[in-house]
């Protein structure tokens, strides 16, 4: 029950700049493409974080995927990668 409220938590977390930007106008197809995508969550064995994949806006042909981490029980939030390659599949 806990990993799927987690769960919840990381799919709001990740509407909330499309909502944001949704408030002011309706998007346009290039507002879609700017925007940010959350994808892959691993649950670590204790369930005490969330790793992730942050892709970014593309510039050029395909954006940026950095691994993200969240702890569950600060809420605290970093970002693990910041290589020009794209980084993918966080495995605990």
């Known amino acids: 029950m806990r990993r799927a409220a987690m769960l919840g938590v990381f799919l709001l977390a990740g509407a ?3 909502a944001q930007q949704a408030l002011e106008k ?6 879609l493409l700017g925007l940010r995508r959350l994808s892959d969550p691993e649950f670590s064995p204790d369930g005490t974080h969330v790793a992730f994949v942050v892709t970014e806006a593309p510039k050029g042909e ?3 995927r ?5 702890e569950t029980s600060s809420g605290s939030l970093r970002q693990l990668t910041f290589s020009d390659k794209a980084e993918s599949w966080p495995r605990w």
Do not use: K
């Open 62 to 64: 395909e954006g940026r």
């Open 16 to 18: 909330a700049g499309y």
């Open 26 to 31: 309706p998007p346009t197809p290039e507002a």
């Open 66 to 70: 950095h691994i993200w981490l969240f």
